[in-house]
Nanobody, 127 residues
């Protein structure tokens, strides 16, 4: 059973930064597109950022462009979140797609199919 584990969430003041990491057991993330998603109370589940297996493609939802950076190495996928605002508060999930070019094919709210999901890490932005 593939398990994804997120880490790095926590409480931060507005304008602060957090760095989320996603690692996988059993499988290596090398060959797969990976996405970060978030779910806030009473809000839609939304895609935040994704990165292709070869790092050639990245995609960000409009609200985080210029503030968040997704990157990867052989073992982890990282989401660097800067300039955090209260509207960024949510549970953040990483997910893996076994289908090729999932990240390159994102169109608006259509992020494609992701097959494995982590349990999520809470990000709270508050004074």
């Amino acid at each position: 059973q593939v398990q994804l584990v997120e880490s790095g969430g926590g409480l931060v003041q507005p304008g602060g930064s957090l760095r989320l990491s996603c690692a996988a057991s059993i499988m290596t993330l090398d060959y797969y597109d990976v996405g970060w998603f978030r779910q806030a109370p009473q809000k839609e589940h939304e895609g935040v950022a994704c990165i292709s297996s070869d790092s050639g493609n990245t995609y960000y939802t409009d609200s985080v462009k210029g503030r968040f950076i997704i990157s990867r190495d052989s073992a982890t996928v990282t989401l660097q979140m800067n300039g955090l605002q209260p509207e960024d508060a949510a549970v953040y999930y990483c997910a893996v797609s076994i289908y090729p070019e999932t990240c390159a094919r994102v169109r608006g709210k259509r992020w494609g199919k992701y097959d494995y999901w982590g349990q999520g890490t809470q990000v709270t932005v508050s004074e």
